[in-house]
T-cell receptor, first 118, second 110 residues
Framework: DAGVTQSPTHLIKTRGQQVTLRCSPK?????VSWYQQALGQGPQFIFQ???????QRGNFPDRFSGHQFPNYSSELNVNALLLGDSALYLC?????????????????FGNGTRLTVT | DAKTTQPNSMESNEEEPVHLPCNHS???????IHWYRQLPSQGPEYVIH???SNVNNRMASLAIAEDRKSSTLILHRATLRDAAVYYC???????????FGAGTRLTVKP
């Protein structure tokens, strides 16, 4: 049973460029969340996708955008990269509750994409 | 959003029990208490969650105070593999917007 897979594992970009990170959720999961983790800090929530729509967003600028495909996989796009965007980007998947208001399944995380902006 | 307070770091000896505390005094009545851990060079890993009652699974036990303002993650016999950063996260049933703090870095000594 494949877990959450992310690609690429490492990436180096130049300030001002654009980057696309990819995530395949755990088999059977339909919800994808993205997190940014700076060195030495806990992950920070960027946004969550369900049914191909952004359902909730954290405190990140519009330079951060995403997409979810019909097969539940997802992409994170970052435009106009800044040095401060250097971080580990984590994707997490979960299964939305079958009954509204019931507990969502725990998050399953990938091992992330390490983005370095120079 | 509920604010959490955890020790920055803790140490344990291998094969001894470990009690990791978390204060979440502003937790809302419908928030679940989640614990995740992050091993070096890996993404966070789900450990356990609970609402009001104590919970046990194969990885750990979760003891929740009666007023729900604090909880304790219990590792019954620490192994070297348990060395990680442990995060306590109150969150609603949707698991949207999980707010990870700085967590507790657990060191396990052989």
């Amino acid at each position: 049973d494949a877990g959450v897979t992310q690609s690429p594992t490492h990436l180096i970009k130049t300030r001002g460029q654009q980057v696309t990170l990819r995530c395949s959720p755990k088999s059977g999961h339909d919800t994808v969340s993205w997190y940014q983790q700076a060195l030495g800090q806990g992950p920070q929530f960027i946004f969550q996708y369900y049914e191909e729509e952004e359902r909730q967003r954290g405190n990140f600028p519009d330079r951060f955008s995403g997409h979810q495909f019909p097969n539940y996989s997802s992409e994170l796009n970052v435009n106009a990269l800044l040095l401060g965007d250097s971080a580990l980007y984590l994707c997490a998947s979960s299964l939305a509750p079958q009954t509204p208001g019931s507990y969502n399944s725990p998050l399953h995380f990938g091992n992330g994409t390490r983005l370095t902006v120079t | 959003d509920a604010k959490t307070t955890q020790p920055n770091s803790m140490e344990s000896n291998e094969e001894e029990p470990v009690h990791l505390p978390c204060n979440h005094s502003t937790i809302s009545g419908t928030d679940y208490i989640h614990w995740y851990r992050q091993l070096p060079s890996q993404g966070p890993e789900y450990v356990i969650h609970g609402l009001t009652s104590n919970v046990n699974n194969r990885m750990a036990s979760l003891a929740i105070a009666e007023d729900r303002k604090s909880s304790t993650l219990i590792l019954h016999r620490a192994t070297l593999r348990d060395a990680a950063v442990y995060y306590c996260i109150p969150s609603d049933y949707n698991n949207n917007d999980m707010r990870f703090g700085a967590g507790t870095r657990l060191t396990v000594k052989p």
